[in-house]
């Protein structure tokens, strides 16, 4: 599933890429762009500044140096996950290509990632996607799938709500309050999702 989705989003970059008439460095460059780009070195040097009380806080494209840091974590860990855990999925087939040590290898690569994966998402993303105080507790836009964008910019001092304006495109993507029955509910949703109380499975048979 997952090396499925990676697949999906190489094409799917590919695509907007393609419609966007821009060249491979035009498009990474940009201020959508989700690669990292000389304008990123540049926003965090503003950020320490505003950290610091020395500067105000800048004005960020559409992705953040630190949202495009979570990506990368994800896009380069798509390798090491993918690639030894085919080898591992299918020792007896790649073990006719690589030695047979490079299963040893590979579990402790597939492992120490997923560990390094775990501890991240559950420190710098948890922090960053639910702990900051006008994320707490979650995105509202995450359980009622609707939103206004420009405000969520805005919040970022996003670089990005003079386009939206300019374009008509907030208008457009802004909706109604959805009803406060699913505002009540989404919440305990979303802690489920993150928090299992109980084991599904069950124990063990014969315990």
């Known amino acids: 599933t997952l090396i499925t ?6 094409w799917d970059a590919w695509r907007q890429k393609k419609r966007s008439g821009l060249t491979w460095l035009q498009f990474i460059a940009s201020p959508s762009s989700i690669i990292f780009n000389s304008r990123d070195l540049r926003e ?16 960020y494209g559409r992705y953040t140096y630190w949202e495009k840091f979570d990506y990368f974590a ?24 690589i030695p047979g040590r ?6 402790i690569l597939h ?15 948890f922090f960053n996607t639910h702990f900051r105080p006008d994320k707490f507790p979650m995105a509202r836009s995450r359980g009622e799938a609707r939103g206004e964008p420009g405000r969520a910019l805005s919040r ?25 029955v699913l505002h009540v509910v989404r919440v305990p949703v979303g802690v489920g999702e993150v928090v299992d109380p109980a084991d599904r499975c069950g124990p063990p048979s014969g315990r």
Not at 44 to 59: A, V, Y
């Open 44 to 59: 965090f040097g503003q950020s320490i500044k505003w950290f610091l009380g020395k500067g105000p806080r800048p004005h």
């Open 74 to 97: 994800v896009f380069w860990g798509m390798f090491i996950i993918g690639s030894t855990g085919l080898l591992l999925w299918f020792p007896e087939f790649f073990t006719i290509l």
């Open 5 to 10: 989705v990676f697949l999906i989003h190489l």
């Open 102 to 107: 490079s299963v040893n290898v590979a579990t």
């Open 111 to 125: 492992s120490d990632e997923a560990l390094l994966a775990v501890a991240f998402i559950f420190t710098v993303h």
């Open 156 to 180: 970022a001092g996003g670089a990005g709500v003079p386009r939206l304006c300019l374009c008509g495109a907030r208008r457009r993507a802004h909706t109604d309050r959805p009803h406060r």
